[in-house]
């Protein structure tokens, strides 16, 4: 094509702009080659004249289609440059609100600074499972791209995250993860998922800080390996860090800070854990207050320093490790304030030894105090011959210490991740995995240091991977459509990468000038112009000697040289090393600070580590670039820009240029004949190889064969070729257009001109008439008006004279007589002002005088009087506080057994000085005499006189007290009186009040009749709902039961495998039998109980709750001062044991006499014998009855008694044997009585074990009565104590303490009557379980009883076979017998398949089964009813477990459960499921059992058995919806396809067309229709089924809709319309109407008829909100954003029009999800359906294998 085809009247062209970068104009007139230049019209109606270079003839770029502007994929443009892209993203931020771009397989994401509602669960169900391109572009396409490519191809996959600072990458490799988090969750209870989620707090917390463009930065580059098993779970993860900016622990630029962890620890340093680490707020420490503000906007840190701890603990990480991470952290904060002072010299320096921080710092690390001082003012010089020890400048030590803290830090941070490693770490194989890299992207800024250098060298390792890559699916994609294939030539950046890594390159230098002892950063800058002034990649700037030039791929960059060599030495001396690994610190805790610090060889290979995902797996393709924009606190801005810089910088542009290269736009054969048809000629549409039409078209239309291509199954054109063609349809539209609009514009006003010639001359001749009649009537009024005005202007002028004039007059008077007084009053004014100033002045004075000295008094006696109410307040709180009254109870029981021992060392001293005092009693005696003599002699008496007198002023005190006490009392006996009063008075109230409101509401019902009607509307509406709310809640209970039932048969299965060796099994614990629990009744387990219950009750309500709750805390008290008793009292029964046993081995060594044991024993064996005697005639003729009482006997005494059995069962064997003889004589024969007497010794030793255990309880029980004597002697004591205390306290405080007392007292007592009454009713519940279980034994024992009866009459009944049985009518009852229930179930159910009983009774398993049930009702067999009723729905659960996936196999199980469910209730006897019964039917009921519990639980079943239908519907059915109600013409013709970039290009995408149509869909359906129908289903559970298939058909299509730019478009919208008509037909004709089916489809209706409507004035936005009440206010504005015009004539919807309609749906009260969920089920009903099928007319087929199966 010619330049003056393409250069034409109304194209639009790019111009480059200064301030926008790139500027649209349109051209005005066509260019021709030669023109000096373009006549160019801007969009502000400005024209211009651009020049042309006529020696390059370099042309503006042109601007694509319209109709191609806002592409979800940019290689999708026909015309493929940098303003094409910019124009593309800007459309798709600024108009449709969307952050995400394809460009091929990169995804370009705008940062709009806001939380946006598509990151929801909902979007990742929503995009999981589907084909890249098929949906709007998203991070979840990328991610689902990367999952299923990893689960087809098995390889290893990996996306890498770029871009500049803010960006968001960090937020997008999160959601990455989230969604390989929920798609690929963990098949075990670990948690591996959480834990991966929860390693990101950590990271933040310690890898990122606040820049100057973003508030969370992160300042390393990261690399997590997300593990998966051969099933694709997350197993583990690995993370890999690289390029931490350890510089930004030591400095910081203004307005930004250090890292999060620092603040979070300081902004929680006043918890108690911290108080060791002496921190106090962050601008206290010079490290984290360099930049200024230290606070971020809308940030809490201490709220994300809990986050950060929790996510430690979450991860494994110990208290004791997180404290010492801690401390390190606060000995760095400690190192940096440091005070450094420099000697007078200048070449030295010192810290003070009394500098606190850094005491805390080594402290911390646990390091010498005084080495540490030292090496950090002095580093250590190693020559050859010997060592010397140099001081340090002041620059040196800051930065030593500075080196010191940054390699601390980098350390930990190894650590920190290492441990995370570990935490992820799993056992399991893994099998694939896939990688998400966030690395920085390619950095510039006004000064680039040696940090901007190493993240730019690894985006150019990076960048050219990737253009490889991009290279290689360009190759792969022509190859596949068998495309020759020429080599396209691609920017290559290894020049750039050599210049940099190569030998004698710029880190080669730089690691040489380290090297030399003393090399600077201007000689190795030197170095680097002299080796690569050559270099096209080098340049050094005009102006400077320092710094140096190296051209990226992205741009130009030009770095300072300064301080290149001492942050790659990143020097720490080794003394500081040594100093720390001689810490005293934990060596777990601390190895990682004693590791050898990192050399730049260690730092390249962490920047050569990121050369390319290869090391870790194969790279997937598809990258992740995001772009930087400027948005302000409320107005999101486009900064083009700062977007062209990121464009260039993330290798966009570059990808855009190996596409266009080659053939970017490609069109399937039948997408481009929908198109471009109307370009063809009726012959050529007439042919049927489409393939073969296109080929012709284009080779008619483009001359130049190279500018398309051929391929299998797509056409491939070179860039601008598509616009090219739209151009052209453009061109034959319009002409046809302006054919169509001449032919009717001119009938139509053929049509208007006759129209208003004919109406033209009627108006002409009545305007005639009328004008002449009209100027006839105003000539006569003409005249009639003169004279009127003649007269009235007269009389008018005459008043108005005269009223002016009196006017005038009266003004005059009284403006005269105002002057005057004026006058006067302004002199009198004056004398006066001059009194009051005079009087005024002097009383201000005074009074201001007197203000200050009363203010001075108020001041005094206000601040006086604030003190004592300070104080008194003060002692209020203390006095009425708890914590008063516990801390007077701390240690009470130590203090009352160290009085006691005071008590007994008092009694020792006091029998001590007893015996003194009798020795010294006559010493007394003869000091009395002495000191009468000497009162004698002095008569000094005043001193007996004063001791006497202060004895009575005691006394009168503690009468005072005592009286006081007394009226104390008195009064709290009067207030409890007036409070029961009181309380007597309030109940009588509360009576009189209970009878008026009943009074009031007899009255309201009699007065509101009607009122009340409508309130039982409303609420049964409510309850209604509140029902179905309910049903649903039960029903989705339901479905996680079949579930975890599932999962739990699975998993015994796979037990079952796995322990195939036999072994001992325990039994479960739920499985110990109610005997036991009954027959064993302990008090102390129910006390344990209760006391577990009480904890488990703490724990429940929460610890702070709990100890508001005075029960629980009292409950809880009192039973651990129980259990302080219990362990008392087995300690000391323990002592006494102890004691026994001694004692008894003392007595069996001593008690050696056995003659007189013998004579004893002897004694006893006759009186033994007699008994034995008595015993044997007694019971000679009891027979078995005697043998059962003597086995009766303990068990203990059995044993005893085991060596004269042979006596004992000798009398009980002679009626049974023979009776040879009475002779007692013969019981010696063989030796019996020395048994005998063995036994009777060892039954004499018995007794008397006997008797000491009886005295020992006897002991036990006193010493139990001295206890309780104690503890009712120590608390009285205790009462004694606390009644000396509140005599001490105030009359108030004594009254509070009393009733504190009281309520103690009443809440002790309630809580024994609560424990005694829990007791009880334990019992009782016991009690009536033992009466359950021997109910049961009994109705066992009858059942078994008439159960032989029956058979014993059974066996007489086939011994008679001559009588002849008399034929009976069939009842409808079927008998089997006990052992052929298995048969029953086998071939009845396991075995049955739908199509057996096809041609019988529908539901015939569910009759033949209930006539079973009848039979065990009427034979009154509970056992086999429940045991056939148990293997039914066992059964059922097997086959539709087997049959997991047969439609037709779990409708038929519906219907038939569903059938036996409505025949235990027709048959039950109930009479409200009786009513449509005959009388036959009636007679047919149950007569014995209630089986209301077997129908709750079929029931449930019921609902599995539905929802396991529905899902296998779901699962035929949800594969063909989109592509049906979508993408499928059913109206041919009408849709305009449009290029649709990415979409159908993904390359882990199937071969194979998978379109489905609506009749495909229909037929699905019919088919579920006739299956349902046939198994005899109930109508009302089929109305149900499709009511919910058609939910989820509409919520399918309406996220697809959602997520799809290329679906919403006014084609699409006719299509949806039509689809859904079809469907609402389909139901009509099945009748299904009513089923709701159609109202779950409006939101679809609504969606389609808003694709459809105008979208221009704010008529239309009301039509539209008026219209579109079943979708949400974001759906609405979703589908705005989304519409996209086919066609050059239809425009797009603007972004004031969307904003009208969020205006007027802002009273909306929408949820706030986007999508619509569908697996959302509507709760499923089983109305009562009863059947007209008597039991006595069913007739059982042959085919079904039940001859055992007898009719009775």
Same mark, same amino acid.
């Given at each position: 094509?010619?330049?003056?085809?393409?250069?034409?009247?109304?194209?639009?062209?790019?111009?480059?702009?200064?301030?926008?970068?790139?500027?649209?104009?349109?051209?005005?007139?066509?260019?021709?080659?030669?023109?000096?230049?373009?006549?160019?019209?801007?969009?502000?109606?400005?024209?211009?004249?651009?020049?042309?270079?006529?020696?390059?003839?370099?042309?503006?770029?042109?601007?694509?289609?319209?109709?191609?502007?806002?592409?979800?994929?940019?290689?999708?443009?026909?015309?493929?440059?940098?303003?094409?892209?910019?124009?593309?993203?800007?459309?798709?931020?600024?108009?449709?609100?969307?952050?995400?771009?394809?460009?091929?397989?990169?995804?370009?994401?705008?940062?709009?600074?806001?939380?946006?509602?598509?990151?929801?669960?909902?979007?990742?169900?929503?995009?999981?499972?589907?084909?890249?391109?098929?949906?709007? /572009?998203?991070?979840?396409?990328?991610?689902?791209?990367?999952?299923?490519?990893?689960?087809?191809?098995?390889?290893?996959?990996?996306?890498?995250?770029?871009?500049?600072?803010?960006?968001?990458?960090?937020?997008?490799?999160?959601?990455?993860?989230?969604?390989?988090?929920?798609?690929?969750?963990?098949?075990?209870?670990?948690?591996?998922?959480?834990?991966?989620?929860?390693?990101?707090?950590?990271?933040?917390?310690?890898?990122?800080?606040?820049?100057?463009?973003?508030?969370?930065?992160?300042?390393?580059?990261?690399?997590?390996?997300?593990?998966?098993?051969?099933?694709?779970?997350?197993?583990?993860?690995?993370?890999?860090?690289?390029?931490?900016?350890?510089?930004?622990?030591?400095?910081?630029?203004?307005?930004?800070?250090?890292?999060?962890?620092?603040?979070?620890?300081?902004?929680?340093?006043?918890?108690?854990?911290?108080?060791?680490?002496?921190?106090?707020?962050?601008?206290?420490?010079?490290?984290?207050?360099?930049?200024?503000?230290?606070?971020?906007?809308?940030?809490?840190?201490?709220?994300?320093?809990?986050?950060?701890?929790?996510?430690?603990?979450?991860?494994?990480?110990?208290?004791?490790?997180?404290?010492?991470?801690?401390?390190?952290?606060?000995?760095?904060?400690?190192?940096?304030?440091?005070?450094?002072?420099?000697?007078?010299?200048?070449?030295?320096?010192?810290?003070?030894?009394?500098?606190?921080?850094?005491?805390?710092?080594?402290?911390?690390?646990?390091?010498?105090?005084?080495?540490?001082?030292?090496?950090?003012?002095?580093?250590?010089?190693?020559?050859?011959?010997?060592?010397?020890?140099? /001081?340090?400048?002041?620059?040196?030590?800051?930065?030593?210490?500075?080196?010191?803290?940054?390699?601390?830090?980098?350390?930990?941070?190894?650590?920190?991740?290492?441990?995370?490693?570990?935490?992820?770490?799993?056992?399991?194989?893994?099998?694939?995995?896939?990688?998400?890299?966030?690395?920085?992207?390619?950095?510039?800024?006004?000064?680039?240091?040696?940090?901007?250098?190493?993240?730019?060298?690894?985006?150019?390792?990076?960048?050219?991977?990737?253009?490889?890559?991009?290279?290689?699916?360009?190759?792969?994609?022509?190859?596949?459509?068998?495309?020759?294939?020429?080599?396209?030539?691609?920017?290559?950046?290894?020049?750039?990468?050599?210049?940099?890594?190569?030998?004698?390159?710029?880190?080669?230098?730089?690691?040489?000038?380290?090297?030399?002892?003393?090399?600077?950063?201007?000689?190795?800058?030197?170095?680097?112009?002299?080796?690569?002034?050559?270099?096209?990649?080098?340049?050094?700037?005009?102006?400077?000697?320092?710094?140096?030039?190296?051209?990226?791929?992205?741009?130009?960059?030009?770095?300072?040289?300064?301080?290149?060599?001492?942050?790659?030495?990143?020097?720490?001396?080794?003394?500081?090393?040594?100093?720390?690994?001689?810490?005293?610190?934990?060596?777990?805790?601390?190895?990682?600070?004693?590791?050898?610090?990192?050399?730049?060889?260690?730092?390249?290979?962490?920047?050569?580590?990121?050369?390319?995902?290869?090391?870790?797996?194969?790279?997937?393709?598809?990258?992740?670039?995001?772009?930087?924009?400027?948005?302000?606190?409320?107005?999101?801005?486009?900064?083009?820009?700062?977007?062209?810089?990121?464009?260039?910088?993330?290798?966009?542009?570059?990808?855009?240029?190996?596409?266009?290269?080659?053939?970017?736009?490609?069109?399937?054969?039948?997408?481009?004949?929908?198109?471009?048809?109307?370009?063809?000629?009726?012959?050529?549409?007439?042919?049927?190889?489409?393939?073969?039409?296109?080929?012709?078209?284009?080779?008619?239309?483009?001359?130049?064969?190279?500018?398309?291509?051929?391929?299998?199954?797509?056409?491939?054109?070179?860039?601008?070729?598509?616009?090219?063609?739209?151009?052209?349809?453009?061109?034959?539209?319009?002409?046809?257009?302006?054919?169509?609009?001449?032919?009717?514009?001119?009938?139509?006003?053929?049509?208007?001109?006759?129209?208003?010639?004919?109406?033209?001359?009627?108006?002409?001749?009545?305007?005639?008439?009328?004008?002449?009649?009209?100027?006839?009537?105003?000539?006569?009024?003409?005249?009639?008006?003169?004279?009127?005005?003649?007269?009235?202007?007269?009389?008018?002028?005459?008043?108005?004279?005269?009223?002016?004039?009196?006017?005038?007059?009266?003004?005059?008077?009284?403006?005269?007589?105002?002057?005057?007084?004026?006058?006067?009053?302004?002199?009198?004014?004056?004398?006066?002002?001059?009194?009051?100033?005079?009087?005024?002045?002097?009383?201000?004075?005074?009074?201001?005088?007197?203000?200050?000295?009363?203010?001075?008094?108020?001041?005094?006696?206000?601040?006086?009087?604030?003190?004592?109410?300070?104080?008194?307040?003060?002692?209020?709180?203390?006095?009425?506080?708890?914590?008063?009254?516990?801390?007077?109870?701390?240690?009470?029981?130590?203090?009352?057994?160290?009085?006691?021992?005071?008590?007994?060392?008092?009694?020792?001293?006091?029998?001590?000085?007893?015996?003194?005092?009798?020795?010294?009693?006559?010493?007394?005696?003869?000091?009395?005499?002495?000191?009468?003599?000497?009162?004698?002699?002095?008569?000094?008496?005043?001193?007996?006189?004063?001791?006497?007198?202060?004895?009575?002023?005691?006394?009168?005190?503690?009468?005072?007290?005592?009286?006081?006490?007394?009226?104390?009392?008195?009064?709290?006996?009067?207030?409890?009186?007036?409070?029961?009063?009181?309380?007597?008075?309030?109940?009588?109230?509360?009576?009189?009040?209970?009878?008026?409101?009943?009074?009031?509401?007899?009255?309201?019902?009699?007065?509101?009749?009607?009122?009340?009607?409508?309130?039982?509307?409303?609420?049964?509406?409510?309850?209604?709902?509140?029902?179905?709310?309910?049903?649903?809640?039960?029903?989705?209970?339901?479905?996680?039961?079949?579930?975890?039932?599932?999962?739990?048969?699975?998993?015994?299965?796979?037990?079952?495998?796995?322990?195939?060796?036999?072994?001992?099994?325990?039994?479960?614990?739920?499985?110990?039998?109610?005997?036991?629990?009954?027959?064993?009744?302990?008090?102390?387990?129910?006390?344990?109980?209760?006391?577990?219950?009480?904890?488990?009750?703490?724990?429940?309500?929460?610890?702070?709750?709990?100890?508001?709750?005075?029960?629980?805390?009292?409950?809880?008290?009192?039973?651990?001062?129980?259990?302080?008793?219990?362990?008392?009292?087995?300690?000391?029964?323990?002592?006494?044991?102890?004691?026994?046993?001694?004692?008894?081995?003392?007595?069996?060594?001593?008690?050696?006499?056995?003659?007189?044991?013998?004579?004893?024993?002897?004694?006893?064996?006759?009186?033994?014998?007699?008994?034995?005697?008595?015993?044997?005639?007694?019971?000679?003729?009891?027979?078995?009855?005697?043998?059962?009482?003597?086995?009766?006997?303990?068990?203990?005494?059995?044993?005893?008694?085991?060596?004269?059995?042979?006596?004992?069962?000798?009398?009980?064997?002679?009626?049974?044997?023979?009776?040879?003889?009475?002779?007692?004589?013969?019981?010696?024969?063989?030796?019996?009585?020395?048994?005998?007497?063995?036994?009777?010794?060892?039954?004499?030793?018995?007794?008397?074990?006997?008797?000491?255990?009886?005295?020992?309880?006897?002991?036990?029980?006193?010493?139990?009565?001295?206890?309780?004597?104690?503890?009712?002697?120590?608390?009285?004591?205790?009462?004694?104590?606390?009644?000396?205390?509140?005599?001490?306290?105030?009359?108030?405080?004594?009254?509070?303490?009393?009733?504190?007392?009281?309520?103690?007292?009443?809440?002790?007592?309630?809580?024994?009557?609560?424990?005694?009454?829990?007791?009880?009713?334990?019992?009782?519940?016991?009690?009536?379980?033992?009466?359950?279980?021997?109910?049961?034994?009994?109705?066992?024992?009858?059942?078994?009883?008439?159960?032989?009866?029956?058979?014993?009459?059974?066996?007489?009944?086939?011994?008679?076979?001559?009588?002849?049985?008399?034929?009976?009518?069939?009842?409808?009852?079927?008998?089997?017998?006990?052992?052929?229930?298995?048969?029953?179930?086998?071939?009845?159910?396991?075995?049955?398949?739908?199509?057996?009983?096809?041609?019988?009774?529908?539901?015939?398993?569910?009759?033949?089964?209930?006539?079973?049930?009848?039979?065990?009702?009427?034979?009154?067999?509970?056992?086999?009813?429940?045991?056939?009723?148990?293997?039914?729905?066992?059964?059922?659960?097997?086959?539709?477990?087997?049959?997991?996936?047969?439609?037709?196999?779990?409708?038929?199980?519906?219907?038939?459960?569903?059938?036996?469910?409505?025949?235990?209730?027709?048959?039950?006897?109930?009479?409200?499921?009786?009513?449509?019964?005959?009388?036959?039917?009636?007679?047919?009921?149950?007569?014995?059992?209630?089986?209301?519990?077997?129908?709750?639980?079929?029931?449930?079943?019921?609902?599995?058995?539905?929802?396991?239908?529905?899902?296998?519907?779901?699962?035929?059915?949800?594969?063909?919806?989109?592509?049906?109600?979508?993408?499928?013409?059913?109206?041919?013709?009408?849709?305009?396809?449009?290029?649709?970039?990415?979409?159908?290009?993904?390359?882990?995408?199937?071969?194979?067309?998978?379109?489905?149509?609506?009749?495909?869909?229909?037929?699905?359906?019919?088919?579920?229709?006739?299956?349902?129908?046939?198994?005899?289903?109930?109508?009302?559970?089929?109305?149900?089924?499709?009511?919910?298939?058609?939910?989820?058909?509409?919520?399918?299509?309406?996220?697809?809709?959602?997520?799809?730019?290329?679906?919403?478009?006014?084609?699409?919208?006719?299509?949806?319309?039509?689809?859904?008509?079809?469907?609402?037909?389909?139901?009509?004709?099945?009748?299904?109407?009513?089923?709701?089916?159609?109202?779950?489809?409006?939101?679809?209706?609504?969606?389609?008829?808003?694709?459809?409507?105008?979208?221009?004035?704010?008529?239309?936005?009301?039509?539209?909100?008026?219209?579109?009440?079943?979708?949400?206010?974001?759906?609405?504005?979703?589908?705005?954003?989304?519409?996209?015009?086919?066609?050059?004539?239809?425009?797009?919807?603007?972004?004031?029009?969307?904003?009208?309609?969020?205006?007027?749906?802002?009273?909306?009260?929408?949820?706030?999800?986007?999508?619509?969920?569908?697996?959302?089920?509507?709760?499923?009903?089983?109305?009562?359906?009863?059947?007209?099928?008597?039991?006595?007319?069913?007739?059982?087929?042959?085919?079904?294998?039940?001859?055992?199966?007898?009719?009775?």
């Amino acid at each position: 094509m010619s330049v003056s085809e393409l250069y034409t009247k109304y194209t639009k062209v790019w111009i480059p702009d200064p301030d926008e970068v790139w500027r649209s104009g349109e051209i005005i007139k066509d260019y021709k080659e030669g023109d000096k230049s373009l006549h160019l019209k801007f969009e502000d109606d400005t024209i211009c004249d651009y020049p042309v270079d006529l020696k390059t003839n370099q042309l503006p770029f042109l601007r694509n289609p319209d109709i191609l502007v806002g592409e979800n994929d940019l290689t999708a443009l026909s015309y493929l440059h940098e303003p094409a892209v910019l124009h593309n993203l800007k459309v798709r931020f600024l108009e449709s609100n969307h952050i995400y771009t394809y460009c091929g397989i990169v995804l370009v994401a705008i940062n709009p600074y806001e939380q946006l509602p598509i990151y929801e669960q909902d979007v990742i169900y929503a995009y999981s499972g589907q084909n890249m391109g098929d949906m709007d /572009p998203h991070i979840f396409a990328v991610a689902e791209e990367a999952y299923k490519q990893m689960a087809r191809d098995e390889k290893n996959q990996s996306i890498i995250v770029s871009g500049e600072s803010g960006a968001g990458k960090t937020v997008s490799a999160k959601y990455a993860m989230r969604f390989f988090a929920s798609v690929g969750g963990s098949a075990s209870e670990t948690n591996i998922e959480e834990k991966v989620l929860a390693s990101s707090p950590i990271m933040e917390a310690i890898g990122n800080a606040k820049t100057t463009r973003n508030d969370n930065s992160s300042r390393f580059g990261k690399y997590i390996q997300i593990g998966f098993d051969k099933r694709y779970h997350i197993i583990g993860a690995n993370m890999r860090t690289y390029l931490l900016e350890k510089s930004r622990v030591v400095f910081q630029a203004d307005d930004e800070r250090n890292y999060h962890i620092f603040y979070q620890l300081c902004a929680s340093a006043s918890l108690p854990e911290f108080k060791d680490l002496a921190l106090t707020c962050a601008e206290d420490f010079f490290y984290t207050s360099m930049g200024g503000d230290t606070t971020i906007d809308g940030v809490d840190d201490a709220d994300d320093f809990d986050k950060t701890r929790h996510a430690f603990t979450l991860l494994g990480v110990k208290e004791s490790h997180q404290m010492s991470i801690f401390k390190i952290i606060a000995s760095i904060l400690h190192l940096g304030n440091l005070e450094i002072q420099a000697e007078r010299d200048g070449d030295s320096c010192s810290i003070s030894k009394q500098d606190e921080h850094l005491n805390n710092f080594c402290r911390l690390l646990g390091v010498e105090h005084s080495q540490m001082e030292h090496w950090l003012c002095h580093r250590k010089l190693v020559t050859t011959a010997e060592t010397y020890v140099k /001081p340090m400048s002041v620059q040196q030590v800051v930065n030593a210490r500075n080196a010191l803290a940054k390699h601390i830090y980098a350390q930990l941070f190894n650590w920190i991740v290492e441990h995370i490693n570990k935490a992820l770490h799993t056992t399991v194989k893994q099998h694939s995995f896939i990688g998400v890299l966030d690395i920085y992207g390619f950095e510039t800024f006004e000064v680039n240091s040696f940090e901007q250098f190493c993240i730019n060298y690894a985006n150019e390792k990076l960048q050219q991977q990737f253009n490889s890559h991009v290279f290689k699916l360009e190759q792969e994609e022509y190859m596949k459509e068998q495309i020759p294939w020429t080599l396209i030539d691609f920017y290559d950046n290894q020049p750039c990468i050599d210049l940099i890594e190569a030998k004698l390159g710029i880190l080669d230098l730089l690691d040489e000038e380290c090297k030399v002892p003393k090399g600077t950063d201007q000689n190795w800058a030197q170095k680097l112009y002299d080796r690569h002034s050559s270099s096209q990649h080098f340049q050094k700037p005009r102006m400077s000697n320092t710094s140096f030039i190296v051209v990226h791929f992205a741009d130009k960059v030009e770095y300072q040289s300064d301080g290149f060599l001492e942050k790659n030495r990143d020097t720490v001396y080794e003394e500081q090393i040594n100093i720390l690994k001689a810490s005293k610190v934990d060596h777990q805790n601390s190895a990682w600070i004693v590791s050898k610090p990192r050399t730049l060889q260690g730092q390249n290979v962490a920047i050569r580590g990121t050369n390319g995902a290869e090391n870790y797996g194969a790279v997937s393709e598809f990258g992740k670039i995001c772009i930087w924009e400027k948005a302000d606190d409320i107005v999101i801005t486009f900064d083009p820009k700062r977007a062209v810089q990121q464009l260039r910088a993330c290798g966009v542009l570059e990808t855009i240029r190996i596409s266009a290269a080659g053939y970017p736009s490609r069109w399937s054969y039948h997408d481009f004949f929908n198109r471009y048809r109307v370009l063809m000629k009726q012959r050529e549409i007439s042919k049927n190889d489409k393939k073969l039409i296109c080929k012709t078209l284009l080779e008619n239309l483009i001359k130049d064969p190279d500018k398309f291509q051929f391929g299998r199954t797509k056409i491939f054109f070179r860039a601008g070729q598509v616009a090219y063609l739209e151009k052209l349809r453009a061109d034959k539209f319009r002409a046809a257009t302006i054919m169509i609009q001449k032919t009717v514009r001119g009938w139509l006003q053929r049509v208007k001109y006759r129209r208003m010639r004919n109406a033209a001359i009627t108006i002409q001749r009545y305007t005639r008439g009328h004008l002449a009649r009209r100027l006839a009537d105003h000539l006569r009024k003409t005249r009639a008006a003169i004279i009127f005005q003649k007269q009235y202007r007269m009389l008018r002028i005459l008043r108005a004279f005269q009223k002016i004039r009196n006017a005038s007059i009266t003004i005059q008077a009284f403006a005269r007589g105002m002057f005057v007084r004026k006058i006067y009053h302004k002199i009198l004014l004056e004398h006066k002002a001059t009194i009051i100033q005079k009087r005024a002045r002097a009383w201000l004075a005074r009074k201001q005088f007197l203000r200050f000295k009363y203010a001075a008094v108020v001041i005094q006696c206000y601040f006086r009087r604030m003190k004592a109410r300070q104080e008194l307040k003060k002692l209020k709180i203390e006095a009425r506080s708890a914590q008063h009254l516990k801390k007077l109870n701390i240690g009470m029981e130590n203090k009352v057994v160290q009085l006691q021992r005071k008590i007994d060392d008092q009694n020792k001293e006091y029998r001590h000085l007893n015996e003194q005092l009798s020795a010294y009693s006559t010493d007394v005696e003869k000091l009395k005499k002495e000191l009468e003599q000497y009162r004698q002699n002095r008569g000094d008496t005043n001193q007996l006189v004063n001791l006497k007198k202060e004895i009575e002023s005691l006394r009168l005190e503690l009468e005072k007290s005592h009286s006081e006490r007394k009226i104390i009392e008195d009064t709290y006996d009067k207030e409890k009186d007036l409070l029961r009063k009181r309380v007597s008075d309030l109940e009588e109230e509360n009576a009189l009040l209970k009878q008026e409101k009943e009074e009031l509401n007899n009255r309201i019902l009699c007065q509101s009749e009607d009122e009340f009607a409508q309130t039982t509307v409303k609420e049964n509406l409510l309850t209604k709902k509140e029902l179905e709310e309910e049903r649903s809640r039960y029903q989705n209970l339901v479905k996680e039961y079949s579930r975890l039932e599932q999962r739990y048969d699975n998993l015994r299965d796979e037990m079952t495998i796995i322990k195939q060796t036999p072994g001992h099994r325990r039994n479960p614990s739920n499985q110990s039998s109610l005997e036991s629990d009954s027959n064993c009744p302990s008090v102390s387990t129910s006390e344990i109980g209760d006391t577990e219950d009480a904890i488990q009750q703490v724990e429940d309500v929460g610890l702070d709750k709990a100890a508001m709750d005075m029960t629980l805390f009292l409950k809880l008290q009192k039973r651990v001062r129980e259990l302080e008793q219990e362990r008392k009292k087995l300690q000391t029964q323990l002592e006494k044991k102890k004691s026994q046993v001694i004692e008894t081995k003392n007595e069996m060594d001593s008690d050696r006499d056995t003659d007189l044991a013998y004579n004893s024993l002897k004694v006893k064996n006759f009186g033994m014998r007699d008994y034995f005697h008595a015993f044997g005639a007694n019971n000679l003729l009891n027979g078995s009855n005697s043998l059962r009482g003597l086995l009766t006997f303990p068990h203990s005494l059995a044993i005893d008694l085991l060596p004269f059995f042979p006596v004992l069962l000798f009398p009980f064997s002679l009626p049974f044997i023979s009776s040879k003889t009475e002779d007692w004589g013969y019981l010696n024969e063989d030796g019996e009585l020395g048994l005998a007497y063995q036994g009777l010794k060892q039954v004499a030793r018995l007794l008397e074990a006997q008797l000491q255990d009886q005295r020992r309880e006897h002991e036990e029980e006193v010493e139990t009565l001295k206890t309780q004597m104690e503890t009712l002697r120590d608390e009285m004591e205790k009462q004694q104590q606390a009644f000396f205390q509140t005599l001490q306290l105030p009359p108030e405080a004594q009254v509070e303490f009393g009733i504190q007392q009281e309520i103690t007292r009443l809440t002790n007592e309630n809580l024994d009557l609560k424990e005694l009454l829990e007791k009880l009713e334990k019992n009782e519940k016991k009690l009536k379980k033992q009466l359950k279980i021997y109910m049961k034994k009994v109705q066992d024992f009858e059942a078994t009883q008439a159960a032989a009866q029956t058979e014993r009459k059974r066996h007489e009944l086939t011994r008679q076979v001559t009588v002849q049985r008399k034929e009976k009518d069939f009842q409808g009852m079927l008998e089997y017998y006990k052992e052929d229930e298995p048969l029953l179930i086998r071939n009845l159910i396991t075995d049955l398949k739908p199509q057996t009983v096809s041609a019988t009774v529908p539901c015939l398993p569910a009759y033949i089964l209930y006539m079973c049930i009848r039979h065990a009702d009427y034979i009154n067999d509970d056992q086999k009813v429940h045991s056939l009723l148990t293997s039914t729905i066992n059964g059922i659960k097997k086959v539709l477990k087997k049959h997991n996936d047969d439609f037709q196999m779990t409708s038929f199980w519906l219907a038939n459960t569903c059938r036996l469910l409505h025949c235990l209730k027709q048959y039950s006897g109930d009479t409200g499921f009786m009513t449509q019964n005959t009388a036959k039917q009636n007679e047919h009921c149950l007569k014995n059992f209630d089986l209301t519990e077997y129908r709750q639980v079929l029931s449930d079943l019921s609902i599995q058995i539905y929802q396991q239908l529905f899902k296998i519907a779901e699962g035929m059915l949800q594969p063909m919806i989109v592509s049906a109600m979508l993408e499928n013409e059913s109206i041919q013709g009408l849709s305009g396809v449009k290029p649709m970039g990415y979409r159908n290009r993904s390359s882990s995408m199937v071969d194979g067309d998978n379109s489905y149509s609506l009749d495909a869909v229909i037929r699905q359906l019919n088919t579920f229709h006739s299956i349902m129908c046939d198994q005899g289903l109930d109508p009302e559970i089929i109305q149900q089924v499709f009511k919910q298939l058609f939910y989820m058909i509409n919520a399918v299509t309406l996220n697809n809709l959602l997520l799809r730019k290329d679906v919403c478009s006014w084609s699409t919208g006719m299509q949806l319309r039509y689809n859904i008509s079809q469907l609402e037909e389909w139901l009509r004709g099945k009748n299904l109407q009513q089923s709701g089916a159609a109202e779950t489809v409006e939101p679809l209706i609504q969606a389609a008829q808003l694709l459809q409507l105008k979208k221009k004035t704010s008529e239309d936005a009301e039509a539209i909100c008026s219209l579109c009440t079943s979708l949400s206010t974001q759906q609405i504005v979703k589908i705005l954003n989304l519409y996209t015009p086919v066609n050059e004539f239809e425009e797009r919807v603007t972004v004031a029009f969307i904003r009208n309609i969020q205006a007027n749906l802002q009273e909306r009260n929408d949820p706030p999800q986007l999508l619509l969920d569908y697996k959302y089920m509507f709760p499923v009903l089983f109305p009562f359906s009863p059947s007209s099928i008597t039991m006595d007319s069913i007739h059982i087929p042959a085919s079904l294998n039940l001859e055992f199966l007898n009719e009775v």
